[in-house]
């Protein structure tokens, strides 16, 4: 999510190369993101305890999603607009200082693009749970809208389809996963980043488990077929990546197969959809007891 590490090492590298606006505005992201990872997982850690009751943690969830809101606007006011006029010299790497210029330019559009639809998984994880609804809205915002190309899985609730930030965020996903596609190796640490966090909002938000699995498993295949000459920082950056994408291809799938083990030997049936015995009424008032004997 936003608190990825890699996503941190990016947004402070490139805050240092670029000037102006576009730098402030890299700094903003990289502080905010920064801090907006430590309460996220302080929220993970309480969403365990029981999501109805009124608990200060609704403060916290509030506060995840004004951050993230702030995080929506930064990003699209003083980072996607200024892209288009970015241009740096080589400051060393391979190739010609175009090249490398290009290569920055490349890893600042994906960054920037998968900040956006990570700050809008946010929105999705938390703003219409928990009945933390905000008065805050994506109006004025150039966030991706349905243009009618949006299918939700069909195991997808009707509240989730309703929701308002549920297409937009589909959309910002797959337009940061083609991005990662077109510009950056299969083996690029970024790359990789997108993929992850793709795969978990179709698992946690769109409740596709099988189509979640397969993005991660997908992103290890590729990564591990690519010959792209990596330094030895990116190649343990993509190591942890496809590491936790690694766990997320085979995440559930012990949970549905012992599910399905079960209903196979028929222990659901006897177990869980029997009915309860029905305790005959007690008699003159009084209640027996394990010895036999009234009380």
Request: charged content about 20%; hydrophobic content about 40%.
């Amino acid at each position: 999510m936003v608190g990825s590490e890699v996503d941190h090492k990016y947004l402070g590298v490139y805050a240092t190369l670029t000037t102006g606006v576009l730098s402030n505005g890299l700094y903003k992201l990289l502080g905010l993101s920064t801090l907006l990872s430590r309460k996220l997982l302080r929220a993970r850690k309480q969403r365990k305890l029981d999501p109805t009751r009124i608990t200060k943690s609704h403060d916290l969830y509030r506060h995840i999603i004004w951050m993230a809101r702030e995080g929506l606007d930064i990003l699209q006011h003083e980072v996607l607009p200024h892209l288009p006029d970015f241009a740096t010299p080589a400051t060393g790497g391979n190739g010609s200082g175009r090249a490398s210029a290009q290569g920055i330019l490349n890893e600042l559009q994906v960054l920037a693009l998968k900040m956006n639809a990570s700050f809008l998984h946010i929105f999705v994880l938390f703003d219409h749970t928990y009945q933390t609804q905000t008065s805050m809205s994506l109006a004025g915002l150039p966030v991706a809208q349905d243009n009618g190309s949006v299918n939700l899985p069909t195991g997808t609730t009707k509240t989730l389809r309703d929701y308002a930030y549920i297409k937009p965020t589909i959309l910002a996903f797959q337009k940061a996963d083609a991005a990662a596609v077109k510009l950056l190796p299969s083996s690029h640490p970024l790359r990789l980043s997108v993929k992850l966090e793709f795969a978990a909002f179709t698992y946690d938000c769109t409740k596709d488990h099988e189509t979640s699995r397969q993005i991660a498993r997908k992103a290890v295949d590729q990564a591990f077929a690519s010959s792209d000459p990596m330094d030895d920082e990116s190649f343990e950056d993509a190591m942890t990546m496809v590491g936790a994408l690694g766990a997320m291809a085979k995440r559930g799938l012990h949970k549905e197969a012992k599910g399905k083990q079960r209903l196979d030997s028929g222990s659901v049936t006897m177990i869980e959809l029997t009915p309860p015995i029905q305790q005959a009424p007690y008699t003159n008032g009084t209640k027996p007891t394990t010895n036999g004997k009234a009380r």
